[in-house]
């Protein structure tokens, strides 16, 4: 772990659209949510401590996808 936290994202389909789990701590995870809070981020599931979302405007999860591109698990 950074001084400055974790954050790790996940990313599958669900009818179709991408769908991206979250999990982490600290500031990085602190940081994420002020941006997904404004933004048309939209929680579809829970499962502490894993939080499963959508991006609603494809310009907004473009940016997300740019701006955490190096959070992602690799496969």
Known sequence: MTDDG??????TKVNGRSCYGCRGMG????EFY????????K???????WDYF????????LEFLD??????IKQ
């Open 27 to 30: 500031e990085r995870y602190k």
């Open 43 to 49: 929680c579809i599931h829970d499962d502490m401590p």
């Open 34 to 41: 002020k941006w997904a809070h404004t933004h048309t981020y």
């Open 54 to 61: 959508v991006i609603l405007n494809m310009q907004e999860e």
């Open 67 to 72: 701006k955490y591109e190096n959070d992602f």
């Open 6 to 11: 974790i954050l790790v994202f996940t990313r």
